[in-house]
């Protein structure tokens, strides 16, 4: 039994070893055409160095689970096949006997993710930002940290949600010499288009709210002059935003401890919040520290939904459990996406969301090896 267990334990992790390579490196192809246009730009070769290295967590969190489903199903795929696992059936070896060595490699592979989730990813991630801000590469973007107020030359500027470069709910202040409010914008939604090459920055926003503060009365808002326009776009000096910013953490640079003291004191982590944006703030920590576990018990879900897929990818009757484990990744991971989006609907319930291809996930698998011949 113990020989048996270590041939399976080896065929595993010698298929998870070549497909997180493969995965990796494909994951990673796009952060190499980047480099390439850092070389160009002369770029110090030993920064550029430690970029790439800073970004290698963050893709293993992705790719780990990923490897995890193509292994077991690779494996178990070659066990059908080659008739290994009729025979071992056949020796008196039950079907939890058999596939208990890759169960337990999950689970390894499960704490693994989860102590890159929380420590080792957030830590890079942070360490990166800096570096990118020391060579001027970051993108003015990055350093718009959601649920905070941001100070800039001139600007104090607040955004709710940034997917990619658009926004929404946002708030800008417009502030003089001494730092009196000049105008404040108000608006839904809006998009930031940068061009890296001529250091421009170039603000579009739409259903816009503008109010003028009355000079005798600067902080009676009923007195303000306010426009309301449907769109209003102006251009911020790119070189001007990117000169003495200090990185803050925002909630995806946050360690473990660190999220989960901003859960329990947001004011602490993000002050200056209204009672609304604090909520809405605080279920967006809540969301992080629950989608980090639940991407890092994929490891088990797709084990177990690869195991029965696996067996009977190769059989006559059906050929469809690679294409389908792929799939189950893919739904997986929009599950994970759809709850990091509800996060101004605490009423949907969006920290459990994640949960859910999980908790699917590991009792199909559990139901499906079961009924394992």
């Known amino acids: ?31 190499i055409m980047q480099g390439l246009d850092y070389v160009a730009k002369g770029i110090p070769g030993g920064v550029l160095l430690r970029i790439f290295t800073l970004n290698i967590p963050y893709i293993l969190t992705w790719s780990i689970p990923v490897s995890a489903m193509v292994s077991t199903l690779l494996l178990f795929g070659r066990l059908s096949m080659d008739g290994e696992f009729t025979a071992m059936r056949s020796g008196g ?9 890759v169960i337990l490699a999950s689970m390894v592979l499960s704490f693994v993710c989860l102590i890159i989730h929380y420590e080792i990813a957030p830590e890079s991630r942070f360490a990166r930002r800096r570096a990118l801000v020391m060579i001027n590469e970051l993108d003015p973007v990055e350093l718009l940290d ?11 500027i607040y955004v709710t949600r940034k997917i990619g470069n658009r926004l929404q709910d946002v708030e800008i202040y417009e502030l003089d010499s001494d730092g009196a409010v000049v105008q404040t914008i108000r608006a839904q939604r809006g998009e930031i288009i940068t061009d890296i090459e001529i250091q421009r920055m170039t603000v579009s926003l739409e259903a816009v709210q503008i109010q003028h503060p009355d000079p005798d009365a600067p902080t009676d808002l009923t007195r303000a002059r306010v426009i309301d326009m449907d769109t209003y776009v102006f251009p911020v000096n790119y070189a001007e935003l990117m000169q003495n910013q200090n990185i803050t953490r925002n909630l995806k640079d946050m360690r473990a401890f660190e999220l989960m003291a901003t859960i329990r004191d947001i004011d602490r982590f993000f002050p200056g919040l209204d009672p609304h944006r604090r909520e809405a703030q605080r279920m967006r920590a809540i969301i992080e520290a629950h989608k980090r576990l639940a991407l890092s018990m994929a490891c088990i879900s797709f084990t177990l939904v690869g195991i029965p897929l696996g067996m009977k990818s190769h059989r006559h009757e059906t050929s469809i459990g690679i294409p389908l484990g792929l ?3 893919s739904l997986f991971y929009v599950f994970i996406v759809t709850a990091d989006s509800l996060t101004a609907r605490p009423w949907l319930f969006p920290d ?13 698998g559990f139901l499906r090896i079961r009924r394992i011949p």
């Open 327 to 329: 799939g189950v990744v």
């Open 146 to 156: 959601e649920g905070r107020f941001v100070r800039f030359p001139g600007l104090e």
């Open 352 to 364: 459990y969301i994640g949960w859910i291809p999980v908790i699917l996930c590991q009792g199909i």
């Open 1 to 31: 039994m113990r020989t048996l267990h270590k041939y399976i334990l080896f065929d595993f992790l010698a298929s998870f070893g070549l497909s997180l390579a493969v995965i990796t490196l494909m994951l990673y192809l796009g952060a």
């Open 93 to 101: 070896l039950s079907t939890w006997q058999i596939i208990s060595p």
